[in-house]
């Protein structure tokens, strides 16, 4: 099953410590990465299971529906000698010094079911419907919304995801975060507080990928400063002992 759970509406959202649901969460991604986007070859795969190099050096995590069934996926790359996934793919520029590799983890493989990405504008992560056109969504530049658009919901398999990654990132003592992804998820990141600096110029991998960084300790404070009921939100469920002194 999963652990250290959190529940919001129907789903349940933990660290991965069973064999079959994170059997489970490589099915899902192949089902996403592979049958539905075409991102990745099933000859690579033919267990019919997404998987890579880096999955025992990582932290997994997983959405549950009502009926226990794996309908969201995150990873967190721990430091190895195999490097980050991110570091492999392109050129890192930092302003500041490089974060120490063993207090940095690298997110990557989020994955929400087709199953709960029912609108027609819903992409790959069902965010789409919440960002601007130049931020990789479909609502119009000016910040108005269609009115068939209106009483949408938060994107709450992403953002209960992030959650659970967040609190076992301070459980582990991790100081940074990477991030290789699309435009409109660090956009869709921003819009709930999320702050994360691109560090790299974007590589072409299945569509343009951006190299992302984000100081953990930075990213909560002003998340802080700027909604503070939504820091509440992401770290409640957390043990006392790992909150931020902020």
């Known amino acids: 099953m999963i652990s250290k759970t959190l529940t919001y509406d129907r789903f349940k959202f933990g660290q991965v410590i069973d064999d ?11 089902e996403v990465y592979v049958d539905e986007f075409g991102f990745e ?17 990582s932290i997994h995590f997983a959405c549950l529906n009502e009926t226990d069934s794996v309908v969201g996926t995150i990873r967190l ?3 190895s000698d195999k490097g980050f996934p991110i570091e492999h ?9 490089k974060p120490e590799p063993n207090k940095t983890g690298e997110i990557s493989r989020l994955t929400v079911t087709k199953d709960l990405r029912r609108r027609k504008e819903d992409g790959m992560y069902g965010v789409e419907s919440y960002l601007k056109k130049k931020e990789g969504g479909v609502l119009p530049d000016d910040g108005t919304i269609p ?7 938060n994107p709450i398999i992403v953002l209960g995801l992030y959650q659970v990654m967040l609190h076992e990132s301070l459980r582990q003592g991790l100081t940074h975060w990477y991030m290789i992804t699309e435009k409109k998820i660090f ?22 990928r951006i190299p992302y960084f984000a100081n953990i300790h930075e ?9 503070a009921g939504m820091y509440d939100l992401m770290l409640a469920g957390l043990e006392d002992e790992y909150w931020p002194n902020i």
Do not use: C, S, W
């Open 77 to 79: 790359v721990l430091n």
């Open 187 to 208: 956009y869709a990141l921003k819009k709930y507080g999320f702050l994360f600096q691109q560090i790299g110029v974007p590589v072409q991998y299945h569509g343009e």
């Open 20 to 30: 079959d649901i994170l059997k489970d969460t490589f099915r899902m991604r192949y």
């Open 41 to 57: 070859n099933k000859h690579d795969h033919p267990d019919g299971l997404e998987k890579d190099e880096y999955e025992k050096e």
């Open 147 to 153: 009115k068939e658009m209106e009483g949408r919901k």
């Open 89 to 97: 793919a392109t050129k890192l520029n930092f302003t500041g010094e």
């Open 219 to 227: 990213l909560l404070v002003d998340l802080k400063q700027t909604d």
